[in-house]
């Protein structure tokens, strides 16, 4: 079992429609939560960081996390067709021998259609 | 804020030929650094990561090795390249153990 699972997709929508993208883990020492977009051909880019169970708001995009059901959200409302892209979510623990390495999941592919 | 300098973008190699790619930071002292790679399947596999310099820890025992020579350049190597070693590569950097990964704009390398 992967230790982040993440539904590869890929997922198609119209133009303003509601997003919702989701990743399970099932290492309870998580304890922080990044969601990252990658365009074709390029580095992911970070959109949102977590640390607490609860929601977290930037413009059209929240981030939830529910460390109780070790379950992560990305929502985007109002989707535009420059949203389309492979979003990755990714997990991280502190302290020990981590190091800041992240744990990723598979990525979820991402085409809003006009 | 932090920034990420990889080159080449593409690189077409022959197999059994040496491989050097460059990863500079800027913005940052004393960052955590990572080489990733992405396979076409799109999860990243962390090959190494480096926490000072000289300091190179293996994630995933293969063909490339890691060197970090100054506090904000990191090298990935290898002496002879497999076509295994195809795939897109990726340098981040971290402030701290638990702050966000930054990600370069990667190196696309096809081993012919």
């Known amino acids: 079992q992967k230790e982040v699972e993440q539904d590869p997709g890929p997922l198609s929508v119209p133009e303003g429609a509601i997003v919702s993208l989701n990743c399970t883990y099932s290492n309870s020492a998580f304890q922080y939560f990044m969601w990252y977009r990658q365009y074709s051909r390029k580095g992911p880019e970070l959109l949102m960081y977590?640390?607490?169970?609860g929601n977290k708001e930037d413009g059209r995009f929240t981030a939830q996390v529910d460390k109780s059901s070790k379950y992560i959200s990305l929502f985007i409302r109002d989707s535009q067709p420059s949203d389309s892209a492979t979003y990755l979510c990714?997990?991280?623990?502190?302290?020990?021998?981590?190091?800041?390495?992240?744990?990723f999941g598979q990525g979820t592919i991402l085409t809003v259609h006009p | 804020s932090q920034t990420i300098h990889q080159w080449p973008a593409t690189l077409v190699q022959p197999v059994g030929s040496p491989l050097s790619l460059e990863c500079t930071v800027e913005?940052?002292?004393?960052?955590?650094l990572y080489w990733y790679r992405q396979a076409a399947g799109r999860g990243l596999q962390l090959l190494f990561y480096?926490?000072?310099?000289?300091?190179i820890s293996s994630e995933v025992p293969q063909n490339l090795s890691a060197s970090r020579p100054q506090d904000r350049q990191f090298i990935l190597s290898s002496k002879k390249l497999l076509l295994s070693d195809s795939g897109f590569y990726l340098c981040?950097?971290?402030?701290?153990?638990?702050?966000?990964?930054?990600f370069g704009n990667g190196t696309r390398l096809t081993v012919t």
């Open positions: 981040a950097c971290s402030r701290a153990e638990n702050s966000p990964l930054h």
């Open positions: 977590t640390y607490s169970s």
């Open positions: 990714a997990c991280l623990y502190a302290g020990g021998t981590s190091y800041g390495k992240l744990t």
């Open positions: 913005g940052t002292s004393n960052p955590n």
């Open positions: 480096s926490v000072g310099i000289g300091q």
